[in-house]
């Protein structure tokens, strides 16, 4: 779930994360010699803004080097706004 994800921030902040809080740890894990993406790939405040919005959505972790890697599923809308993918967007 994104909860466990966010409550990790939040535990390494010492507070609730805002989005801003929350992409910049998400975008810099690791070692300052060796940092990577949580998520594979570097998060947008809008990406941010939505996660913090779905604490209850699933999310899948595969292992990839010495971290895990968190995927999330957000779809851009063609009106440009972000949101969580599920399971309608499974067929496409």
């Known amino acids: 779930m994104l909860g466990f994800v966010v409550r990790q921030c939040a535990i390494a902040l010492g507070r609730a994360p805002s989005p801003a809080d929350f992409m910049e740890w998400a975008n810099h894990q690791g070692p300052r010699s060796r940092p990577h993406c949580l998520f594979g ?34 779809l851009k809308e063609s009106d440009g706004r972000l949101r969580i993918a599920d399971d309608r967007d499974a067929s496409e």
Do not use: N, S
């Not at 947008?44 to 599923?73: C, K, N, S």
């Open 41 to 74: 790939r570097a998060l947008t405040i809008d990406e941010a803004r939505v996660i913090l919005r779905h604490p209850g959505r699933p999310v899948t972790v595969r292992e990839e080097g010495p971290q895990p890697l968190f995927a999330l599923g957000v």
